[in-house]
């Protein structure tokens, strides 16, 4: 086995570049005679336009197009589609215009785009376009959104509620609570987020007239979605005439997959005008028009039996989606939310309603996480909550309610069948990496300094590993979500892997050459790993809902296997012996009770200089493919721990101890796993404690536009972590993985407001908590 | 950014004249606040006039009972130099604690002081140790240099040499960042000098830095954290933002004097 | 109107006519083709563009190219040795699996280059209390404190085997 197989801490492959200023991100594309794209954007949460003036524009130096929402009609471009409806939630989807048609629903909106010859051109034309906007009532509030008597966003859209949804048994789920000895009920708010990959947005398009195609440079999580929705439904060419090319992806944190207006514009002006565009958000621009993510309003209950055995969970849900739907619109807040609400207990009856409301914002789609944050939010703070009001110690109420090793695979009231998971297990681990026993010790050395110090605890489960097709179609997805991959050969040894996903940071390139180097037997170094290019790679559906390794790894696995079933038939024609009889191991080919032995290399060679290959029966070659479709979901879980400091005289809160143990089945590279955990739990922390999008309620401009208002955690923000393992291989997978991605920004926000609450013995307090807010809850309180 | 000319004087006579001269001239001290700005449209100088290469507006001196820093002094040079720490170590503190390091590499103390963001540092210390801000026409007393936000006594043509700090008996300064911008909610300056206890708060007042008479007369009694914690101090004409409401920052004030007073040195 | 700027970049001399309102960042990357140095905000504070200017960090995006004039410069791609050697810090932040997208990782390298100028020997705190104008969004900060840590000592090391 090669020493940079799975399981190993292989330092990554892309670092190199990335260390030296050589990656190659979509801003630091150039093309030939390229020109610059700048918007005008509506200053108005929701407004009519009365007129658009392009002339003064239209007459400024270098300015090459003013183009507007009348050009794209006249060219027979389409709106930007929304590409899920939730199955059951009778969902009315509005239009979205790439540019204006006449009205703008979010601060940010697209009103018209300017080309010209330099950056600093376009930007001074964007400014001299003339809009007559007529300002209209805005509300942001998803629950005021509702409201009878409400600004109206979409015509075709009463009462702005664009889905009413239910899953669980809602009869069966009152039954319950008519039963029950206890009802515990808290109202919550989950924050909304502005995503912030580092990365602005940026796309560069080249229209070819001499083939009359296209190749779009972009910032995107699936690029193979983006050629899709650009080509086949915005401006009806065929896909194979625009290529998408993702280079290199500086974060995405779900910002990035969903499709955006300014790719399609770039690429439609650049057919436009018969020159290569680029176009590069600023930050304010990211903040504003970035799909946010989360903006819940809730209320839960829960009803449990006289022994704190849970009876029943009901919850509903106000969902903000914002002024359109974003490409996958509904989904975070309805099937990756409401599936996750039995969290890691057995609650034999659950219902929950979600009504999606549209709002004069910036439109809501996947954020880290997506959907399973706001689950266990919701679920790992009421029982907390239960805990404190049944006097039953929180440790052990969620014991009492776990879901048995013993009782997988295990179906939910709300959908989903758990393949696998050993709670008691990783709680057990964890209460001894977090050194759960000596809390009591360190809180008195904190009481000593000044600080109250708080425990947290959240038992976390998520559905991810997205997803077996069935389901994708069932729920109401236009996609299947199976992954591909492809593997080539040279003659020599290379090796070059195809992959559907594409990593925005997550190391695809060494974990991917670590699986081929396992299966294969070959050293990493002669591994490839391509992604993010619809030129090279036939199909993809990228990298969101932690699914790389589990989905698309397992494609590559199973593509290896396919390799070695013809290599196996190529050895034994080279060894002259039946196919029944050669082994494959650690990248040797033998025959059984000889000492005959090829290498894979070896038989590389063999299959591309194919000189005495009996061609009617083996074919040259061993490229393969794979679509690999999964059965299930996979189910990691885990259970961090958080400790926090208050300073009772500011109200400021700092995490002094975090702990994550999760069972993310098998580990191809613990070293990347264990930066994705520590990533998932800063956006995690940062969820609880600093971040919140914020506009304001009367005008609708957004409040948290910029770095100065919105706060990111930073590094000293933060402590260092501890991380731990357990292991429950996934049963349904070739790799027995699970997938991480996402853990750490679905557990932490519970973890750390469950030490909050802690510390200030409250019963609940809404995210962000910042000193503000914490201060007043202490003097509430006190009262 | 718009279009603009940009100059770099070698003296300040060159400097004064370019001033003088253009348009909408605006002087360029470090740039850490205004090509920001201009970057988002938000300014529109005709010509920028580069002091860094002005000799006359550099330097630390410790003149016995004062200490005198060069306008063009970057933020990092305060907080790391040898005479300042000897001589008002609080000073070289707050300087430590502006910005992040590349913008304390730029930053200078005479564009800080001279733009009087409501959220700076250092108008609290100028204010505070009673400086003297020496300008190409005068000198300005601190009580009547800062006027409201972004607003000073300073004239249009007027070029800040250098700031004056009389030395203190003991001074210390403490603030409370906004989490987001890492600038000040809250910064209290409190300094113990030969003619009683100033005392200047940063980052609260809806005009910018004030003087808390309240603070003063308390800690005029009894320079005590305790004592600058009995404070009530009233959240009228106080900023209210997302991050901190009038009612909280009045509430951190004595709080960050409190701490102030207990790291006086 | 445009003006010529010089300076030495990476130790080469470069000279180019651009307009006053050029900032540094955008002479390195539109000037000269060194896109290794990235923009991330407009208000100076995310740190992607931070390199060295005689050898001070600075935030490129916050400085013109003509305030520059004369200048040393040193970017992300101008920290290796001629031979390809990596520097004691990208060496660590590649140990350490101090970056995953890799966007905020030339300026948070150069950033923390310029700590142990600085600081040859920080504590943990004084490692994240330095990088606080550097943002990073993946690493949670944990692997990139780790990095700097151990380049630090080694760098010491260094130092004091050449004495």
Same mark, same amino acid.
């Given at each position: 086995?090669?020493?940079?197989?799975?399981?190993?801490?292989?330092?990554?492959?892309?670092?190199?570049?990335?260390?030296?200023?050589?990656?190659?991100?979509?801003?630091?594309?150039?093309?030939?005679?390229?020109?610059?794209?700048?918007?005008?954007?509506?200053?108005?949460?929701?407004?009519?336009?009365?007129?658009?003036?392009?002339?003064?524009?239209? /007459?400024?130096?270098?300015?090459? %197009?003013?183009?507007?929402?009348?050009?794209?009609?006249?060219?027979?471009?389409?709106?930007?589609? +929304?590409?899920? @409806?939730?199955?059951?939630?009778?969902?009315?989807?509005?239009?979205?215009?790439?540019?204006?048609?006449?009205?703008?629903?979010?601060?940010?909106?697209?009103?018209?785009?300017?080309?010209?010859?330099?950056?600093?051109?376009?930007?001074?034309?964007?400014?001299?376009?003339?809009?007559?906007?007529?300002?209209?009532?805005?509300?942001?509030?998803?629950?005021?959104?509702?409201?009878? &008597?409400?600004?109206?966003?979409?015509?075709?859209?009463?009462?702005?509620?664009?889905?009413?949804?239910?899953?669980?048994?809602?009869?069966?789920?009152?039954?319950?609570?008519?039963?029950?000895?206890?009802?515990?009920?808290?109202?919550?708010?989950?924050?909304?987020?502005?995503?912030?990959?580092?990365?602005?947005?940026?796309?560069?398009?080249?229209?070819?007239?001499?083939?009359?195609?296209?190749?779009?440079?972009?910032?995107?999580?699936?690029?193979?979605?983006?050629?899709?929705?650009?080509?086949?439904?915005?401006?009806?060419?065929?896909?194979?005439?625009?290529?998408?090319?993702?280079?290199?992806?500086?974060?995405?944190?779900?910002?990035?997959?969903?499709?955006?207006?300014?790719?399609?514009?770039?690429?439609?002006?650049?057919?436009?005008?018969?020159?290569?565009?680029?176009?590069?958000?600023?930050?304010?621009?990211?903040?504003?028009?970035?799909?946010?993510?989360?903006?819940?309003?809730?209320?839960?209950?829960?009803?449990?039996?006289?022994?704190?055995?849970?009876?029943?969970?009901?919850?509903?849900?106000?969902?903000?989606?914002?002024?359109?739907?974003?490409?996958?619109?509904?989904? @975070?807040?309805?099937?990756?939310?409401?599936?996750?609400?039995?969290?890691?207990?057995?609650?034999?009856?659950?219902?929950?309603?979600?009504?999606?409301?549209?709002?004069?914002? +910036?439109?809501?789609?996947?954020?880290? &996480? /997506?959907?399973?944050?706001?689950?266990?939010?919701?679920?790992?703070?009421?029982?907390?909550?239960?805990?404190?009001?049944?006097?039953?110690?929180?440790?052990?109420?969620?014991?009492?309610?776990?879901?048995?090793?013993?009782?997988?695979?295990?179906?939910?009231?709300?959908?989903? @069948?758990?393949?696998?998971?050993?709670?008691?297990?990783?709680?057990?681990?964890?209460?001894?990496?977090?050194?759960?026993?000596?809390?009591?010790?360190?809180?008195?050395?904190?009481?000593?300094?000044?600080?109250?110090?708080?425990?947290?605890?959240?038992?976390?489960?998520?559905?991810?590993?997205?997803?077996?097709?069935?389901?994708?179609?069932?729920?109401?997805? &236009?996609?299947?979500?199976?992954?591909?991959?492809?593997?080539?050969?040279?003659?020599?040894? %290379?090796?070059?892997?195809?992959?559907?996903?594409?990593?925005?940071?997550?190391?695809?390139?060494?974990?991917?050459?670590?699986? $081929?180097?396992?299966?294969?037997?070959?050293?990493?170094?002669?591994?490839?790993?391509?992604?993010?290019?619809?030129?090279?790679?036939?199909?993809?559906?990228?990298?969101?809902?932690?699914?790389?390794?589990?989905?698309?790894?397992?494609?590559?696995?199973?593509?290896?296997?396919?390799?070695?079933?013809? %290599?196996?038939?190529?050895?034994?024609?080279?060894?002259?012996?039946?196919?029944?009889?050669?082994?494959?191991?650690?990248?040797?080919?033998?025959?059984?009770?000889?000492?005959?032995?090829?290498?894979?290399?070896?038989?590389?060679?063999?299959?591309?200089?194919?000189?005495?290959?009996?061609?009617?029966?083996?074919?040259?070659?061993?490229?393969?493919?794979?679509?690999?479709?999964?059965?299930?979901?996979?189910?990691?879980?885990?259970?961090?721990?958080?400790?926090?400091?208050?300073?009772?005289?500011?109200?400021?809160?700092?995490?002094?101890?975090?702990?994550? $143990?999760?069972?993310?089945?098998? $580990?191809?590279?613990?070293?990347?796993?264990?930066?994705?955990?520590?990533?998932?739990?800063?956006?995690?922390?940062?969820?609880?404690?600093?971040?919140?999008?914020?506009?304001?309620?009367?005008?609708?401009?957004?409040?948290?536009?910029?770095?100065?208002?919105?706060?990111?955690?930073?590094?000293?923000?933060?402590?260092?972590?501890?991380?731990?393992?357990?292991?429950?291989? +996934?049963?349904?997978?070739?790799?027995?993985?699970?997938? +991480?991605?996402?853990?750490?920004?679905?557990?932490?926000?519970?973890?750390?407001?469950?030490?909050?609450?802690?510390?200030?013995?409250?019963?609940?307090?809404?995210?962000?908590?910042?000193?503000?807010?914490?201060?007043?809850?202490?003097?509430?309180?006190?009262? | 950014?718009?279009?603009?000319?940009?100059?770099?004087?070698?003296?300040?006579?060159?400097?004064?004249?370019?001033?003088?001269?253009?348009?909408?001239?605006?002087?360029?001290?470090?740039?850490?606040?205004?090509?920001? =700005?201009?970057?988002?449209?938000?300014?529109?100088?005709?010509?920028?006039?580069?002091?860094?290469?002005?000799?006359?507006?550099?330097?630390?001196?410790?003149?016995?009972?004062?200490?005198?820093?060069?306008?063009?002094? =970057?933020?990092?040079?305060?907080?790391?130099?040898?005479?300042?720490?000897?001589?008002?170590?609080?000073?070289?503190?707050?300087?430590?604690?502006?910005?992040?390091?590349?913008?304390?590499?730029?930053?200078?103390?005479?564009?800080?002081?001279?733009?009087?963001?409501?959220?700076?540092?250092?108008?609290?210390?100028?204010?505070?140790?009673?400086?003297?801000?020496? =300008? =190409?026409?005068?000198?300005?007393?601190?009580?009547?240099?800062?006027?409201?936000?972004?607003?000073?006594?300073?004239?249009?043509?007027?070029?800040?040499?250098?700031?004056?700090?009389?030395?203190?008996?003991?001074?210390?300064?403490?603030?409370?960042?906004?989490?987001?911008?890492?600038?000040?909610?809250?910064?209290?300056?409190?300094?113990?000098?030969?003619?009683?206890?100033?005392?200047?708060?940063?980052?609260?007042?809806?005009?910018?830095?004030?003087?808390?008479?309240?603070?003063?007369?308390?800690?005029?009694?009894?320079?005590?954290?305790?004592?600058?914690?009995?404070?009530?101090?009233?959240?009228?004409?106080?900023?209210?933002?997302?991050?901190?409401?009038?009612?909280?920052?009045?509430?951190?004030?004595?709080?960050?004097?409190?701490?102030?007073?207990?790291?006086?040195? | 109107?445009?003006?010529?700027?010089?300076?030495?970049?990476?130790?080469?001399?470069?000279?180019?006519?651009?307009?006053?309102?050029?900032?540094?960042?955008?002479?390195?990357?539109?000037?000269?083709?060194?896109?290794?140095?990235?923009?991330?905000?407009?208000?100076?504070?995310?740190?992607?563009?931070?390199?060295?200017? !005689?050898?001070?960090?600075?935030?490129?995006?916050?400085?013109?190219?003509?305030?520059?004039?004369?200048?040393?410069?040193?970017?992300?791609?101008?920290?290796?040795?001629?031979?390809?050697?990596?520097?004691?810090?990208?060496?660590?932040?590649?140990?350490?699996?101090?970056?995953?997208?890799?966007?905020?990782?030339?300026?948070?390298?150069?950033?923390?280059? !310029?700590?142990?100028?600085?600081?040859? !020997?920080?504590?943990?705190?004084?490692?994240?209390?330095?990088?606080?104008?550097?943002?990073?969004?993946?690493?949670?900060?944990?692997?990139?404190?780790?990095?700097?840590?151990?380049?630090?000592?080694?760098?010491?090391?260094?130092?004091?085997?050449?004495?």
């Amino acid at each position: 086995m090669p020493d940079d197989g799975i399981g190993a801490r292989t330092l990554r492959k892309e670092d190199k570049r990335f260390l030296t200023g050589r990656g190659r991100y979509t801003a630091d594309i150039n093309r030939p005679g390229q020109i610059y794209a700048a918007f005008v954007r509506s200053p108005h949460a929701h407004a009519a336009i009365r007129s658009l003036d392009t002339a003064a524009a239209s /007459a400024m130096p270098g300015v090459v %197009a003013v183009l507007t929402g009348e050009d794209l009609k006249a060219d027979g471009v389409n709106g930007v589609p +929304c590409g899920f @409806s939730p199955t059951g939630g009778n969902q009315k989807a509005p239009t979205r215009p790439a540019l204006a048609q006449g009205r703008v629903r979010f601060v940010g909106d697209l009103v018209a785009m300017v080309v010209a010859e330099t950056l600093d051109e376009a930007r001074d034309a964007a400014e001299a376009v003339a809009v007559d906007y007529d300002p209209l009532p805005a509300v942001v509030d998803p629950v005021k959104a509702l409201a009878d &008597g409400a600004p109206l966003l979409h015509d075709d859209v009463p009462g702005n509620l664009t889905v009413d949804w239910n899953l669980g048994d809602a009869d069966a789920t009152d039954a319950a609570f008519a039963k029950a000895a206890k009802v515990v009920a808290f109202d919550l708010v989950n924050n909304r987020k502005i995503p912030n990959a580092m990365e602005p947005r940026a796309s560069v398009a080249e229209y070819e007239p001499a083939t009359d195609s296209l190749t779009l440079y972009t910032t995107s999580q699936n690029p193979h979605i983006t050629r899709l929705l650009i080509a086949a439904f915005e401006m009806g060419i065929p896909e194979g005439r625009l290529r998408v090319v993702a280079p290199d992806v500086g974060g995405g944190f779900g910002s990035k997959i969903p499709h955006y207006p300014e790719e399609l514009l770039v690429t439609w002006a650049s057919r436009r005008v018969e020159r290569p565009v680029k176009w590069i958000a600023e930050r304010a621009e990211s903040f504003m028009s970035d799909a946010h993510g989360r903006d819940h309003v809730t209320h839960a209950e829960l009803a449990l039996d006289a022994d704190g055995k849970f009876l029943g969970l009901r919850v509903r849900t106000i969902a903000n989606l914002g002024a359109y739907l974003s490409t996958f619109g509904a989904l @975070s807040t309805t099937y990756l939310y409401a599936t996750l609400l039995s969290g890691q207990y057995v609650i034999p009856a659950i219902h929950c309603n979600v009504r999606g409301a549209l709002t004069n914002t +910036c439109p809501i789609d996947a954020e880290r &996480g /997506a959907g399973r944050p706001e689950a266990t939010f919701l679920v790992e703070r009421i029982v907390e909550i239960a805990a404190a009001e049944t006097g039953i110690d929180r440790i052990d109420l969620r014991r009492r309610n776990f879901v048995p090793a013993d009782a997988f695979p295990y179906q939910t009231p709300v959908a989903l @069948s758990y393949d696998s998971g050993d709670y008691e297990k990783v709680l057990a681990k964890a209460l001894e990496v977090a050194d759960v026993a000596g809390f009591e010790t360190r809180k008195r050395e904190s009481a000593a300094r000044g600080k109250r110090r708080g425990l947290g605890f959240s038992n976390y489960i998520e559905a991810c590993g997205l997803a077996p097709s069935n389901v994708a179609g069932a729920i109401g997805a &236009g996609i299947a979500l199976y992954e591909t991959a492809e593997i080539r050969f040279a003659p020599t040894g %290379a090796v070059s892997v195809y992959a559907g996903t594409k990593s925005q940071g997550q190391g695809h390139e060494t974990t991917f050459a670590q699986i $081929v180097a396992s299966r294969l037997g070959l050293p990493i170094d002669q591994i490839d790993v391509i992604e993010g290019d619809t030129g090279t790679v036939q199909w993809g559906h990228g990298t969101y809902g932690s699914r790389s390794l589990a989905v698309g790894g397992s494609a590559i696995a199973k593509t290896c296997d396919k390799i070695i079933v013809k %290599a196996k038939r190529v050895a034994a024609h080279l060894m002259e012996s039946a196919v029944e009889d050669v082994e494959f191991k650690d990248g040797s080919f033998t025959v059984a009770g000889t000492d005959r032995k090829l290498s894979m290399g070896e038989v590389i060679m063999a299959s591309y200089v194919s000189h005495n290959f009996p061609t009617d029966e083996l074919e040259p070659g061993l490229d393969e493919r794979c679509f690999y479709d999964p059965a299930n979901f996979t189910y990691p879980a885990g259970c961090h721990v958080c400790e926090i400091e208050v300073d009772e005289d500011t109200g400021f809160v700092e995490v002094v101890k975090f702990t994550a $143990v999760d069972d993310f089945g098998e $580990v191809v590279n613990p070293m990347i796993v264990e930066g994705q955990v520590h990533g998932g739990v800063v956006h995690g922390i940062g969820q609880a404690l600093y971040e919140g999008c914020q506009y304001d309620p009367e005008t609708g401009q957004l409040l948290t536009g910029s770095y100065m208002d919105y706060t990111m955690p930073r590094a000293d923000n933060l402590p260092s972590f501890t991380v731990g393992y357990t292991t429950t291989p +996934c049963p349904h997978n070739p790799l027995g993985v699970k997938g +991480c991605g996402e853990a750490g920004a679905i557990a932490a926000p519970a973890a750390v407001i469950n030490a909050l609450c802690d510390a200030l013995g409250i019963r609940h307090i809404d995210m962000p908590a910042t000193p503000m807010k914490v201060l007043n809850a202490m003097q509430q309180a006190a009262e | 950014m718009y279009a603009f000319d940009y100059h770099k004087p070698s003296t300040l006579d060159e400097a004064k004249a370019l001033l003088a001269g253009g348009e909408d001239p605006k002087l360029l001290a470090g740039g850490q606040t205004i090509l920001p =700005t201009m970057k988002q449209r938000l300014a529109s100088p005709s010509d920028l006039v580069d002091l860094s290469g002005v000799a006359e507006l550099k330097g630390i001196r410790d003149t016995g009972d004062a200490l005198v820093i060069g306008a063009m002094t =970057t933020h990092a040079t305060v907080a790391a130099d040898a005479t300042v720490k000897a001589a008002i170590p609080a000073l070289a503190g707050l300087a430590s604690g502006i910005g992040d390091p590349q913008v304390r590499h730029r930053g200078t103390i005479g564009g800080s002081v001279a733009n009087n963001d409501p959220a700076a540092d250092y108008p609290a210390a100028v204010l505070a140790l009673g400086a003297t801000v020496k =300008t =190409t026409r005068r000198e300005i007393a601190a009580d009547d240099f800062f006027q409201s936000l972004f607003e000073t006594a300073l004239e249009e043509d007027e070029i800040i040499l250098s700031i004056a700090f009389p030395k203190p008996k003991r001074a210390a300064y403490a603030k409370f960042d906004n989490p987001a911008s890492r600038y000040a909610i809250v910064g209290v300056f409190v300094a113990e000098t030969g003619s009683g206890v100033r005392v200047a708060v940063t980052g609260a007042g809806q005009e910018g830095v004030f003087r808390s008479a309240e603070l003063e007369t308390a800690l005029g009694q009894s320079m005590t954290p305790e004592a600058a914690k009995a404070v009530k101090v009233s959240a009228d004409g106080l900023n209210g933002d997302i991050h901190a409401s009038p009612e909280y920052r009045a509430h951190l004030i004595p709080v960050m004097a409190s701490r102030a007073v207990a790291a006086l040195a | 109107m445009t003006i010529t700027v010089s300076m030495t970049v990476n130790g080469k001399q470069v000279s180019r006519e651009v307009e006053p309102r050029t900032l540094l960042v955008q002479f390195l990357r539109e000037k000269l083709n060194l896109t290794g140095t990235h923009v991330g905000c407009d208000t100076s504070q995310c740190g992607a563009c931070v390199v060295l200017i !005689d050898g001070v960090s600075v935030k490129s995006c916050t400085a013109l190219a003509a305030q520059c004039e004369g200048s040393e410069v040193t970017t992300i791609e101008g920290l290796a040795a001629a031979d390809g050697t990596l520097h004691p810090m990208q060496e660590a932040f590649r140990t350490h699996h101090g970056l995953q997208c890799g966007f905020c990782t030339p300026g948070m390298v150069i950033s923390a280059v !310029d700590l142990l100028r600085v600081n040859p !020997d920080p504590s943990e705190h004084d490692v994240r209390k330095w990088l606080e104008g550097n943002i990073c969004r993946c690493t949670g900060y944990h692997n990139i404190v780790k990095a700097v840590l151990d380049a630090a000592q080694t760098m010491r090391g260094t130092a004091v085997a050449a004495e």
